[in-house]
């Protein structure tokens, strides 16, 4: 059973590289939401399922017609652990302010893994968590994303049970008035943690500090994320 778990494991890893070679084929537009929060889980165990709501300001790639760094918006994700070391995620964004009329639709969808790197009995429990992600305008896919973070989970602090993270990213996007590829570097750090509420249900908060390098590398922004919502795990 458990060389079928490592195999299953396996195969799904081999996904994101699928998924990564897709994102790549992609053109674009102007300025698009993504969501910098990594949603470490507060464990792994095989068949545990988590299911996670929130708030969150989302960055925009650049700013918008209204001048705006970061949109009112909210996530959703579904988790789901295959072994007792993976979990596989499956998270989706939307920008709010773009629901108005007369302005594009902007959202996003990532796949990426939680893979834990050492016992799961240790105090300290270090996660590996390779990403693929697309963002849209409308029905449009229009940029690609691929990375990875390392994240520690840590002991629990009176009523808090935090994770530490940081990771780094490459996109890429097409934007009309640059007239060409936009590629962009990003290194996200990350601090969070789950509050214990009722039953299976906990409170999630997280702070996350993105700063993105643009490929000249004479361009670069910094943003503050706060994410707040709710896990809730079966």
Known sequence: MEQKGIKLQKNIIGLFFIVTFSCVLISSCQSLVYSPSINLPDEIKKDKTNLIAAYERLPLTSSDEEKNEMNNGFMAALQHSFTNSFML?????????????????????SLNGFIRLNDSNSPYKFYLSPLVAAAFEENVTLMGVFGASASVQTPKFY?????????????SAYHTYYYGNYDGIAIIPNAGAYIPLYGNLKLYLELSFPAVYYSDFATWETFLVPTIGFKYGF
């Open 159 to 171: 009523v808090f049970e935090p994770f530490l993270s940081v990771g780094i990213f490459y996109g």
């Open 89 to 109: 995620q499956a998270k989706y964004w939307a920008d709010v302010n773009s629901m108005n009329d007369g302005l594009k639709f902007k959202h996003g969808l």
